[in-house]
């Protein structure tokens, strides 16, 4: 008789090693006697995803049922990182399988190890989206993430001989938490032409028409929730020739190669990930991405909408979608698009239901970041798009028109068409129009987005349209699974694990403040972090560093603005002032690491260059027998997610020292706080409320404010502007070639020196060493430095992104949670 599908849910170490012994045999294929380390991982991970996908269709089934709002995150980034371990933990059973891969002769820490990370983003955006997932699906929440599913995600870095040499990442060789639906696809239009017709009613009807169509492929991943049945769908697009224009005729004509030819430059399109962050190229192939991901995200959308059979009115009660960034501001074109020339409504109503319907969050002020795509350039690949915008725009401009009659400023300011040459289509003011709701990533951020760059839309919309959410991290990642030892140790003064779901009971720490035992765990556990980093540097830079030394890093994308070079100056500058010490005098420093990690843009020369800089520092430093343990300079190649998890809990103090106002948040700033380590910042993105959260106390805070960035930037191109003393002797360092060929690091000092100062380093230099100097005397204290440590995680719980999440769901989503019965 046909028995009824078991699902395959292990609870103990036997059920669970039964599952892996299957999965060796049958789904790999090989013999237990053949089994390595790589083979045990996907192993593990296949027992696990079966586990998962259980609770994955019961959510989506309940979802369905239920019929209620759902949430639709468009991020063209999201970088998840590694899934087993997360998994293991979000379902609970991380012991269990520890205690199986044991008996099977491995360690589970090797086989986590195995995996690739799903590294489809740049940085801090990418990473906000898969806490944001996460945190979806621990709280409940029905929602979905929409992405495209790279073949490469961001290069890998290798540094050789000090330069950033670019490695294609190619991760999909194996990867167990995909599922291909290969019956999921959506044919996307490009190019063509429109052509009008009239329908019965007299009505002008618009068809777009011709052109190429690629196909796009769904692949899911499911997202558990940490202690909770929920997991929720990341669905990934992937582009492949449609099967209507893979040319059959041309192939059985034998002209194979064009046939081919075809195939690849459909494939193209979600080949890679843009590995710039912040620098907006207006390449053809990216816009082709992202109508290629808007579309077929807005039409598996609305075919689930139309499935419940609601009128069109009730779209924006079933469906919210947040668009991460400017990136999919062509779904607020695509659904007026659908409504209007496919559907037949009138246009405002369409446009009522549109604006109902999405929210926008800006990630950055910065100009060069701002997208704005060629007129010209959308004319050609979406033509019927470029008019809906060209009426949005004139419907727009009336209503401006109307609220400020004869202010001809004003309509130029706000024109979602640049009057340029090219003429250009700004996509966050299309994304602002096409919105409800438009939010910043911290404070000042927020502050900023609606004084300067948006001010005229505040004017014309109203405050009510924009507000403020604070960036958050997901703390089952950046603590539970980041710093084990720190989350049971926290977990045991707090009564259990109840802070990974409500991070504010991190408060209850601050009562175990004055148990000296509780002090020295904790110191414990940053030693063994530093230690684990200590080896991890020796293995892959074969340079022995002193776990006792003060570990000072700063891991992040490397840009102007972020000042990497601000930090390696100020570390010629301690070098110098060690190298000008007598012995005896050297005896009494503290000793120090300087961590830096973090990748350029291939095309970013300068960035390249502060990378090649450090690297040589590094090499002088690491080996000058004066200096020995007292300072080391550190290059972590590669960073990404995985490292971060080992980098970010073996801090002592770590470096968020952008030009104040430039950036928006970070998110960084909160995994290191958390993790027990101090923060040397400027006053900028989210550094201001974590100081506010937990004391200025506990914070090095200096620099310039970001209310005086202008005047001072100002006094530097029409003024006199006076390099520092301090730094002009790090100038002359560099150029008198202690650090390699000066020329190389010309431009570097010309930067700061003669070419306007742009990101104020030489204004902010005095104030940074002297805040450096502080933080060495305040380290010697180890007992107060522990203290301030304890004080500030007590005082982090905003930072989670479920406070984020919530915030979203009650004042832009409006959406509520839907738990599993
Ligand atoms: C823009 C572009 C322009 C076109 C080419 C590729 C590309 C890729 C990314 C971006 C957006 C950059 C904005 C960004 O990443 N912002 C960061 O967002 C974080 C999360 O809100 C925040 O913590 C960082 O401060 C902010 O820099």
């Known amino acids: 008789a046909w028995k009824k599908h078991q699902v395959q849910g292990f609870t103990d170490k036997d059920g669970f090693e039964k599952e892996v012994v299957r999965h060796v045999e049958t789904t790999l294929a090989r013999s237990l006697f053949n089994c390595d380390e790589g083979a045990a991982y996907s192993a593990t991970s296949l027992a696990f995803r079966d586990r998962l996908i259980t609770e994955w ?98 290069f890998k870095q290798e540094i050789i001989n000090g330069y950033q040499v670019e490695v294609p990442d190619y991760w999909l060789d194996f990867n167990p938490w995909e599922f291909p639906r290969h019956d999921v696809t959506v044919d996307i239009q490009f190019y063509g032409n429109v052509r009008k017709s009239q329908d019965d009613n007299g009505k002008t009807v618009c068809h777009w028409e011709g052109g190429e169509i690629v196909t796009a492929v769904a692949y899911d991943m499911p997202i558990p929730g940490y202690a909770t049945p929920s997991t929720n769908n990341l669905r ?91 990136h999919p501001t062509l779904a607020v074109v695509e659904l007026q698009r659908i409504l209007v020339d496919i559907e037949g409504l009138e246009w405002d109503e369409a446009w009522n239901i549109v604006t109902s319907t999405f929210g926008y969050t800006n990630h950055t002020v910065l100009p060069e970041a701002l997208e704005k795509w060629p007129v010209g350039l959308m004319q050609h690949l979406l033509p019927r798009h470029l008019q809906i915008i060209y009426d949005i725009n004139l419907f727009f401009l009336q209503s401006v028109e109307k609220k400020f009659p004869n202010d001809r400023d004003i309509l130029t300011s706000v024109s979602i068409i640049e009057e340029s040459q090219p003429k250009m289509v700004r996509m966050a003011y299309l994304a602002i129009v096409g919105s409800h709701k438009v939010n910043g990533v911290a404070e000042l951020h927020s502050d900023l987005i609606q004084t300067t760059i948006f001010k005229d839309f505040v004017k014309i919309f109203g405050a009510d349209k924009f ?39 991190l408060n209850k720490l601050e009562l175990s403040i004055d148990d000296a035992a509780f002090r020295k765990e904790w110191a414990e556990i940053k030693y063994a972090n530093k230690v684990r980093l200590t080896k991890y540097i020796k ?28 930090n390696i100056f100020g570390v010629i500058h301690r070098y110098l002032a060690l190298k000008a010490m007598s012995p005896e005098e050297r005896k009494k420093q503290l000793p120090r690491v300087s961590i830096f990690g ?41 960073y990404n997610v995985s490292k971060a998890e080992m980098i970010v809990p073996a801090s002592d103090l770590s470096e968020h020292i952008s030009t104040a106002g430039t950036e ?52 530097h191109t029409y003024g006199s502007h006076t390099v520092d003393a301090d730094l002009n002797k790090v100038f002359d360092a560099i150029q008198s070639g202690t650090f390699g060929e000066p020329n190389d690091f010309g431009a570097m000092v010309a930067a700061v020196r003669d070419h306007g100062d742009y990101y104020l380093v030489s204004d902010d230099f ?50 509520e949670p839907l738990a599993l019965k």
Not at 540 to 560: C, G, M, W, Y
Not at 670 to 697: H, P, Y
Not at 768 to 794: F, L, P
């Open 467 to 505: 507000t403020n959410v604070t960036n958050g991290i997901t703390p089952r990642r950046w603590l539970h699974q980041a710093n084990p030892r720190l989350s049971e140790l926290i977990a045991s003064k707090t009564g259990g694990h109840e802070f990974l779901k409500d991070l504010t009971q």
């Open 598 to 638: 973090g990748k350029a843009a291939p095309g970013y020369w300068m960035a390249k260059q502060i990378i090649h800089l450090i690297n040589n520092v590094g090499a002088v430093v690491n080996k000058d027998p004066d200096i020995g343990d007292l300072l080391k300079v550190i290059y972590l190649e590669d």
């Open 539 to 566: 293995k892959t830079l074969d340079v022995t560093v002193n776990p006792a030394s003060l570990f000072d890093v700063q891991v992040k994308r490397i840009h102007e603005y972020k000042r990497q070079q601000l």
């Open 236 to 326: 990934l697009w992937s582009s492949k020739a449609s099967s209507g224009e893979f040319d059959f005729q041309k192939f059985n004509n034998g002209d194979y190669e064009s046939s081919v030819a075809d195939q690849q430059r459909a494939e193209t399109i979600s080949a890679v990930l843009y590995p710039n962050d912040n620098l907006d190229r207006g390449k053809e192939l990216r816009l082709k991405q992202q109508y290629f991901w808007v579309a077929a995200s807005l039409y598996d959308i609305v075919r689930r909408f139309k499935k419940s059979k609601r009128a069109w009115r009730e779209f924006p009660d079933q469906v919210a979608i947040q668009l991460n960034d400017t």
């Open 57 to 154: 269709n019961r959510t989506q089934q309940r979802q369905t049922t239920a019929d209620t709002k759902r949430v639709y995150y468009l991020s063209l980034e999201f970088l998840m990182g590694r899934a087993l371990d997360n998994a293991m933990l979000n379902v609970g059973l991380k012991d269990v399988a520890r205690g199986g891969i044991d008996e099977l002769g491995f360690r589970i820490e090797d086989i986590i190890e195995q995996e690739h990370d799903a590294a489809l983003g740049n940085g801090g955006l990418g990473r906000l989206a898969a806490c944001f997932l996460d945190s979806l699906a621990s709280l409940n929440y029905p929602a979905w993430g929409y992405g495209l599913r790279y073949r490469y995600g961001i």
């Open 766 to 815: 005095q104030s940074y060493i002297d805040t450096q100097k502080m933080v060495d005397n305040e380290y010697r204290n180890q007992d107060e430095w522990v203290r301030k440590c304890i004080r500030s995680v007590a005082r982090m719980g905003f930072f989670s992104s479920d406070r984020c999440i919530n915030e979203y769901a009650e004042g832009i989503w409006n959406v």
């Open 664 to 715: 928006a948040s970070g998110t960084s700033n909160m995994k290191f706080v958390l993790n027990g380590g101090l923060i040397i910042g400027t006053c900028d993105g989210a550094n201001i409320e974590i100081t506010r959260e937990i004391g200025q106390e506990n914070i090095f805070l200096f620099g310039t404010l970001s209310e005086d960035v202008e005047d001072l930037r100002h006094a």
